[in-house]
């Protein structure tokens, strides 16, 4: 069993930075991957970042690619989402998510279904 907390969210103008933090217990955070999705009302959840076991291997969504950074802290068992210049469309509930399992690579990190353990969200709300 893995627990996912995350936290850090809140209400910025557009422009504006946040950073998101997922707290992971449970089973050994270094031996697997983790990834960032959101949803936004009415829309599905969507993929927005993911990194391998290491943290030397990371993917973005485009609509977040130069914007977004991901990474973890091992020792910490915790990672971690950097995101700046936000934007209004960038308004939605952000998860973490786990893949413990060990499913993820440069061919399936952005499907939801690779990731077996998930956090409870937190909210980000972009003001124009």
């Known amino acids: 069993q893995v627990q996912l907390v995350e936290s850090g969210g809140g209400l910025v103008q557009a422009g504006g930075s946040l950073r998101l933090s997922c707290a992971a217990s449970?089973?050994?955070?270094?031996?697997?991957?983790m990834g960032w999705f959101r949803q936004a009302p009415g829309k599905e959840r969507e993929f927005v970042a993911g990194?391998?076991?290491?943290?030397?291997?990371?993917y973005y969504a485009d609509s977040v690619k130069g914007r977004f950074t991901i990474s973890r802290d091992n020792a910490k068992n915790t990672v971690y989402l950097a995101m700046n210049s936000l934007k209004p469309e960038d308004t939605a509930v952000y998860y973490c998510?786990?893949?413990?399992?060990?499913?993820?690579?440069?061919?399936?990190?952005?499907?939801?279904?690779?990731?077996?353990?998930w956090g409870q969200g937190t909210q980000v709300t972009v003001s124009s």
């Open positions: 990194i391998n076991w290491s943290g030397g291997t990371t």
């Open positions: 998510a786990a893949d413990t399992s060990g499913w993820f690579s440069g061919s399936n990190y952005y499907r939801r279904n690779i990731y077996d353990y």
């Open positions: 449970g089973r050994t955070f270094s031996l697997y991957a």
